[in-house]
């Protein structure tokens, strides 16, 4: 910790790697890998998310014989994922297999939000019935519904060759800073997805492509969060399995339109935008009870001299006005936008009620406040032409 602490204060360029916080990650790591309850829980977790999957077995495990420094499991009679030569002799597809490795790491990080983060050949075994086995679950990745969004858009864009989209979905993370020259690793990032995009598909190898993409983000003091590197190393090292065991192998056909399918999925689901209307109403309802305390106290300082406020009007009556018009406006334009959300999402509740219900009244009302606030914001943006 003193030779991070060290070069994060002292070598500039170590800085955006953020060595303390890796470090510490590092120490949170090893502590959750030497605790096998916590190793015996993960295992029985991932078995209950890939339940109805039928080519993926999980070892057994017996808590009544197991303890925080034992763990004891079922063990796996199979072969490494690598062993080429056994699997054929079983008679087993190496390339269904490496189908099935791929798919279980991307619906694990994409769909469940919890995933093996240290997916190496050693940990993977086919089992002579041609399914998958999977050991070691003392690293585990776990995401939320949020970041698994954002993960999606993240790779969406590169998938897509979208520089635009993913300079953007960056920005939407809070990663790039003020001092980000954004022009040139916009830039830098469309030549590069530019090169792997033409490039034919058979030679592109995913791992060096999203350590590339890293590279170049990174380069621009661009802070990239642990778990989106510990994503980027799951995906890259089971792109790797696969091709070591498959050498025809395409990930790339398998990625590029799952990630789509599901980003689109994802990005259309009514409940997202649901949560996202109860979040702002939440952030609003918690601005409205501390603004009275906040203006007070504000007050109280510049009545005891703390706070000195100079006013020079040099047209600033006309901009105040102009200004508290447009807050009006996006007050006006929350209060649409959150009723037809609360009406959206009430919609089918109402429908399964019947007419004479509270909830199709309340559905009424909000949509009728819907469509007056909106026609006055309407009204306000055609009176006056500008926002």
Known sequence: MIIAEQLEERVAE??????????????????????????????????????????????????????RRALTMEFIDGCKVTDQAQMEAWGVDCKVVA??????????????????????????????????????????????????????????????????MLVTQLMDLGLIGDSVDVRALRTEIHELLSRYYGMEIGALDIGIFITEVFETIIRYDVRMPSDLLLVGKSVSTMEGIARQIQPDFNPMVELRPYLVRLYARRALDPSAYSRRVWRVAHDWWGLARSLPNDVRGLARRVRDGEIVININDNGQAERLV??????????????????????????????????????????????????WTGGLLAFSLLRSREL
């Open 14 to 67: 170590a800085r955006q790697f953020r060595p303390v916080a890796l470090v510490e990650q590092f120490a949170r790591s090893i502590k959750k890998e030497t605790d096998f309850e916590n190793e015996r829980a993960n295992i029985e977790r991932f078995r209950k998310q890939f339940e109805a999957e039928p080519g993926l077995h999980l070892p057994r495990t017996w808590p009544e014989f197991s303890t």
């Open 99 to 164: 189908q099935l490795g791929t798919k279980l790491v991307m619906a694990a990080v994409f769909e469940h939000g919890f995933f093996h983060a240290d997916p190496h050949p050693g940990n993977f075994f086919v089992l002579p019935d041609g399914r998958l086995a999977l050991i070691d679950f003392g690293m585990m990745g776990s995401l939320d519904r949020e970041r698994v969004d954002e993960m999606l858009a993240f790779l969406a864009a590169i998938l897509l060759a979208d520089p635009e």
């Open 322 to 371: 102009r200004v508290e018009r447009q807050v009006n406006r996006v007050i006006v334009g929350a209060a649409c936008f959150l009723s037809w959300g609360l009406f959206s999402v009430l919609v089918p509740e109402a429908a399964k009620a019947g007419f004479f219900s509270f909830t199709t009244f309340w559905a009424f009302v909000l949509a009728v406040n819907g469509t």
